[in-house]
């Protein structure tokens, strides 16, 4: 199949051909033409599928064939993160490029005039992050009553990151006819819930299997103490002569100091939370595409929605303590068919955090170990022959799962609140400053 099965204009024809894709994936071979018909679509794909192509490229075709004047917006794109608003209006504009429809991105963290300008000139598609929507909808600098179709973008992030009163308050400004397409990594229970009040009669398209990861992307364990992973990382990007590397820490102060670290070891690194201005996070982030930089730490947030093309190497400095979040991160490489490499480091006190993400995956992740940075061999060895007073108590699995409370490995058995809990009623907030 080819993108000229699809009965796309010549338009569009011309700026994918322009893009260098030939071919449609999976996710764009379903979802295209269920776009098209103007059904509801409820939509499950992994990162690094094409799916924002999935959506964009049947969206301008509709707003093509049926053109109105209006200087409000006729099509709204909800997305968790800035990045992934900034990358989903580029890829509109991109494959717009033939056609006379405005397209207008809005975010927190970033002088909220301009966009009011921009708006004020007229915008038929609106990419935005729901808290800053929400602020231009106060301030009346955007009216929303004509939207025809409506995208939620990684629903299950906004979910995890406390957007629901949000979304809800945005569904209510909302024309009740219009098209609603929801795209999410995962069918869990909250994004069926969301689903069935959202949409109607929905065709529901899973290309992915649940909890899978990129079959491109080769995976590796390093066991390492603690101590001694700084050095290891540093190591592993000198030795293997890494050019590109995305790293994940757990909070902005590991990425601020690793970034740091990193910096005196030789390697040009950068760091991207919620506590950088958007310039710095945009800047770090071109920097990386373009070479000028080797390491790029990041938070979980913060890095949710990169597109980098062709990223090689993807580090889990610090596992998550949410074993899912560790599919999207590794989701960053083997993008749109390219091979990936996967390489977690972890301390004894994370093996249990292993376990987690490996019953997750139904599979066994290699592991292995570099000469000088061995840990104990005590911690080598299968549960059932260690010692006592070796063995893994991780508190995640002394409260169970579905408490919800979960604690970092190391922090002496403090609990810490999920990110959809710690964020719920704020998540306004959550927009303007993520993690």
């Not at 699809?6 to 033409?33: C, D, M």
């Not at 409820?42 to 209006?70: C, E, H, V, Y």
């Not at 063995?391 to 699995?397: A, Q």
Request: include cysteine.
């Amino acid at each position: 199949m080819s993108f000229n099965s699809f009965g796309l204009s010549a338009e569009l024809l011309r700026a994918v051909n322009e893009k260098g894709y030939t071919q449609p994936t999976p996710i764009q071979t379903r979802a295209i033409p269920a776009v098209l018909t103007g059904r509801d679509l409820l939509a499950a794909a992994q990162t690094g599928t094409g799916k924002t192509a999935g959506f964009t490229l049947p969206i301008l075709q509709r707003l093509q064939k049926n053109p109105q004047r209006s200087r409000s917006p006729r099509v709204l794109v909800l997305t968790p993160t800035r990045e992934l608003a900034a990358q989903v209006a580029e890829s509109v504009k991109a494959y717009g490029k033939y056609l006379p429809f405005s397209t207008v991105v809005i975010f927190g963290g970033v002088n909220i005039n301009p966009q009011i300008d921009k708006l004020r000139r007229g915008a038929d598609i609106v990419v935005a992050t729901p808290g800053r929507l929400l602020d231009h909808v106060q301030q009346k600098t955007i009216d929303l009553t004509r939207v025809e179709i409506l995208v939620l973008d990684e629903a299950d992030r906004m979910l995890d990151m406390g957007f629901i009163r949000d979304i809800r308050r945005i569904l209510a400004l909302l024309s009740k006819q219009r098209q609603n397409l929801l795209f999410s990594a995962t069918f869990s229970e909250d994004i069926r819930k969301l689903a069935s009040g959202l949409l109607h009669n929905p065709e529901t398209i899973d290309v992915a299997p649940r909890n899978s990861t990129a079959e491109r992307v080769s995976q590796r364990v390093y066991h390492c103490n603690k101590n001694l992973k700084r050095a290891l990382l540093s190591w592993l990007i000198s030795s293997g002569n890494w050019q590109q590397v995305l790293v994940f820490t757990r909070t902005k102060h590991g990425a601020n100091r690793l970034c740091e670290q990193l910096q005196k070891d030789g390697i040009a690194a950068a760091a991207i939370h919620g506590n950088k201005s958007q310039g710095a996070r945009t800047r770090a982030l071109a920097d990386f595409k373009q070479g000028r930089i080797r390491a790029l730490v990041a938070t979980d947030i913060a890095a949710r929605g990169l597109d980098i093309q062709q990223l090689p190497h993807v580090v889990n400095y610090e596992l998550p303590n949410v074993p899912e979040d560790y599919i999207h991160r590794i989701g960053r490489t083997a993008r749109a068919g390219h091979a990936g490499e996967a390489i977690s480091l972890a301390a004894p006190d994370e093996r249990g955090l292993v376990k987690d993400i490996e019953r997750l995956l139904k599979q066994e992740l290699p592991r292995t170990t570099a000469e000088g940075f061995k840990p104990n061999p005590e911690f080598l060895k299968p549960e059932t022959q260690r010692r006592p007073e070796h063995r893994e108590h991780h508190p995640r699995h002394a409260h169970g799962r579905e408490s919800g409370w979960h604690s970092r490995p190391g922090s002496g058995g403090h609990g810490q609140r999920p990110a959809s809990r710690r964020n719920a009623g704020s998540s306004r907030s959550s927009n303007a400053n993520p993690r």
